[in-house]
Antibody, heavy 122, light 112 residues
Framework: EVQLVESGGGLVEPGESLRLSCAASGFTFRTHTFNWVRQAPGKGLEWVASISGDGIYFYYADSVKGRFTISTDNAKVSVYLQMNSLRADDTAMYYC???????????????WGPGTLVTVSS | QSVLTQPPSVSGAPGQRVTISCTGS?????????VHWYQQLPGTAPKLLISDNDNRPSGVPDRFSGSKSGTSASLAITGLQAEDEADYYCQCFDRSLSGSYVFGTGTKVSVL
């Protein structure tokens, strides 16, 4: 059974940093692409970043480019999101999700973790 | 702000049919990219409901169906049940936003 479990969320002040983790199990890590998707309180979903399981390909939403870094650790079968220069509008539930489908039609998010909450406030 | 527009809310009585629209543009749905749908029950993570316009993943009841035409897509729920009360989001790839994966604004389905 595919399982994704996020951790690392918490309360930080504006300008500070935080690293989120996503532990994966139940499938071959290197053959999947992993994503972070966030949801601000009472708001909709926003794709944040993607990375291939081998760590070679990665993509970012414009809203986080230059501040967030996505990475993988195959030995620990985990995905990370390093978040720097955090702002109040980064406050959200952060979900880890895998890609399904293909690039021609456009990928979808087929497996999701329960999420970890990040709150940026002074 | 999202580039895919959905109605904020729809409602129906048990057993009725409701539809949710998802309106995009020539850079996403109209460009031929597939539309996918997610169901988010209160306090839980989203769950993939429909992939590639009209495919139901294993375990999704057949009362959920998807369609796409032009720059829009729709999700239909037939035989509405109390357990269908949730938020629903469409999603697509948009080639005009540095290659971003975009979600719809979300629709709250209420069962009367």
């Amino acid at each position: 059974e595919v399982q994704l479990v996020e951790s690392g969320g918490g309360l930080v002040e504006p300008g500070e940093s935080l690293r989120l983790s996503c532990a994966a199990s139940g499938f071959t890590f290197r053959t999947h692409t992993f994503n972070w998707v966030r949801q601000a309180p009472g708001k909709g979903l926003e794709w944040v970043a993607s990375i291939s399981g081998d760590g070679i390909y990665f993509y970012y939403a414009d809203s986080v480019k230059g501040r967030f870094t996505i990475s993988t650790d195959n030995a620990k079968v985990s995905v990370y999101l390093q978040m720097n220069s955090l702002r109040a509008d980064d406050t959200a539930m952060y979900y880890c999700a895998t890609w399904g489908g293909d690039s021609k039609k456009g990928y979808y998010f087929d497996n999701w973790g329960p999420g970890t909450l990040v709150t940026v406030s002074s | 702000q999202s580039v895919l527009t959905q109605p904020p809310s729809v409602s129906g009585a048990p057993g009725q049919r409701v539809t949710i629209s998802c309106t995009g543009s020539s850079s996403n749905i109209g460009a031929g990219y597939a539309v996918h749908w997610y169901q988010q029950l209160p306090g839980t993570a989203p769950k993939l409901l429909i992939s590639d316009n009209d495919n139901r993943p294993s375990g999704v009841p057949d009362r959920f169906s998807g369609s796409k035409s032009g720059t829009s897509a729709s999700l239909a729920i037939t035989g509405l049940q109390a357990e269908d009360e949730a938020d629903y989001y469409c999603q697509c790839f948009d080639r005009s936003l540095s290659g971003s994966y975009v979600f719809g604004t979300g629709t709250k389905v209420s069962v009367l």
